[in-house]
Every structure is written in structure tokens, then in C-alpha cells.
């Protein structure tokens, strides 16, 4: 999810939510605010990803970033805020150009996402309380940017402990889909 920008530096281009601390203002409650601001978005997960700090990558003069990541299901109906022109999706592996070093940011962040997908919940939190082993495989795909073995990645599920059956099922037409809820982290799978 970008925005585009409105304001010099980079005006017309592409770049991830954010903007200035307030004074009285911690930097969660910075980010947070950043992201309602321009996208609309209150997240439900946001969390500090890396701090940004090479003397060249603001031409304003010395910034340092301190970047957060939030999720955010794409059906989430999101609205341009007063400094962006507009907000839009776009998939990683088709990304514009970007202001600042929004790119680099944009890698870290989503390396650091997709090796949170074996340890935590993290891609839970794309998902409805109840889910079938489908959707959270097409959230991995998706995260990965790549097929997995279905086999594979539901014995995977399996010796980590990491969701619960429930006595649920979607009926799509076909043959019914169990749906499972987020079970927890295992430690001993860590």
C-alpha cells in the first residue's frame, strides 16, 4: 500500500505512509497516527521494523526513519488523507518507482514479514477469526511469493501447533471446508 505525494520532495511519486513525530508523541503513536492520516487505515498490527538513517536520503536535509509495518487486509477500504494524492495497492513484485529510499524499506520490510511466518502470528492477522488451511496458504503464497505444497505446508501447521480445528465448515459447492482459529505461538517450535 502506497501514496502518492503531494508535497516536494518527490511530488507525484510513490511512497510509504509516514511523516514527522510530534512533540508530545511516542513513535508507535506517530506511526499509527501517520497511517490513519494518509490512508484512512487504523491498524490492528504495527510493528517497529528498523531504523533508516543514511545522511543522504532525504535532499531536505539529516531524516532518520525509524519505520514501523502495519498489515492490512487489501479489502480494507482505504482514503487518500490531505497530504496524498491517492493510496493504492500494488504487488511487491511490481512495484514504481519510489521516493526517498522507500524501496530499500519496502525489502526489509517485507523480508522481515515473511520470515515472521514460521515463528508467529503474524499472517494470522490477515485472517477472519475463523479460517480454512486454504486461505492461510494463499496468505503464505502471497507473503512468499510463491506456490507451496499443500501437503508440505499443512504437516508443517501440524508439528508447530499453530492452529485449532473448530467444529465449523464453509460450503463453497464443493466439499466442505473446515475452518480453524489461530491456536498460538508453540515455544518449542521456535
Known amino acids: 500500500m502506497l ?32 497511517l490513519v492520516e494518509e490512508t484512512g487505515y487504523r491498524a490492528k498490527y504495527l510493528e517497529q521494523l528498523y531504523t533508516f538513517g543514511d545522511p543522504d536520503r532525504d535532499p531536505r536535509g539529516r531524516v532518520v526513519t525509524v519505520a514501523y509495518f502495519a498489515l492490512v487486509p487489501e ?11 491517492e493510496v493504492k495497492w500494488f504487488p511487491m513484485s ?6 526517498f529510499d522507500h524501496a530499500e524499506i519496502l525489502r526489509v520490510a517485507h523480508d522481515r514479514l515473511k520470515a515472521k511466518l514460521d515463528y508467529s ?3 494470522f492477522n490477515l ?15 502471497t507473503i512468499l511469493g510463491h506456490p507451496i505444497d499443500p501437503r508440505n505446508f499443512r ?12 467444529d465449523h465448515y464453509r460450503y463453497t459447492g464443493r466439499k466442505p ?14
Do not use: C, M
Not at 479489502?75 to 494524492?85: E, P, V
Not at 511490481?94 to 521516493?99: R, S, T, V, W
Not at 477472519?128 to 496468505?139: G, H, K, M, N, R
Open 127 to 141: 485472517l477472519p477469526a475463523e479460517f480454512s488451511l486454504s486461505d492461510l496458504q494463499e496468505v503464505h503464497e
Open 3 to 34: 501514496i502518492r505525494r503531494l508535497g516536494e520532495p518527490y511530488a507525484g511519486q510513490f511512497a510509504i505512509p509516514g511523516g514527522f513525530v510530534l512533540h508530545d508523541e511516542s513513535l508507535p503513536v506517530a506511526a499509527a497516527r501517520e
Open 94 to 99: 511490481n512495484l514504481p518507482p519510489l521516493a
Open 75 to 85: 479489502d480494507q477500504a482505504l482514503a487518500a488523507g490531505s497530504d496524498a494524492g
Open 177 to 190: 471446508a473446515r475452518l480453524y482459529t489461530f491456536a498460538g505461538v508453540n515455544p518449542s517450535a521456535e
Open 155 to 166: 504437516r508443517k501447521l501440524d508439528s508447530r501447533g499453530l492452529v485449532k480445528e473448530t
Open 121 to 123: 502470528e503474524v499472517g
